[in-house]
């Protein structure tokens, strides 16, 4: 079993920054990548950067250049880095993991609201 808990949620200005954390416990050795998703109400969950444990990475086309994720040291942790904000990108966050095969499975946390204002 995998336990993730986001943070760093807010409310911040169109053109401002904002910065999401993501820790992972429990089995943690066993996790082969880590992401961040993204969901409103009446919208279908979004990916918005993924992290994989081979070093690559992917973001969504409405956030490249703006938003960018890394990954601690030390640590079962990832970072969202979200620049330039835009009204837009208002949302609960969710960070996501998977484990390895076989029996592997996705994992969720419970979501940091973010909030963009105009």
């Known amino acids: 079993q995998v336990q993730l808990v986001e943070s760093g949620g807010g409310l911040v200005q169109a053109g401002g920054s904002l910065s999401l954390s993501c820790v992972a416990s429990g089995s943690v050795f066993t996790i082969n990548a880590m992401g961040w998703y993204r969901q409103g109400p009446a919208k279908e969950r979004e990916l918005v950067a993924t992290?994989?444990?081979?070093?690559?990475?992917h973001y969504a086309d409405s956030v490249k250049g703006r938003f960018t994720i890394s990954r601690g040291n030390g640590k079962m942790t990832v970072y969202l880095q979200m620049n330039s904000l835009k009204p837009e990108d208002t949302d609960v966050y969710y960070c996501?993991?998977?484990?390895?095969?076989?029996?592997?499975?996705?994992?969720w946390g419970q979501g940091t609201q973010v909030t963009v204002s105009s």
């Open positions: 996501s993991a998977v484990t390895s095969l076989p029996g592997g499975a996705r994992y």
């Open positions: 992290f994989t444990s081979a070093g690559g990475t």
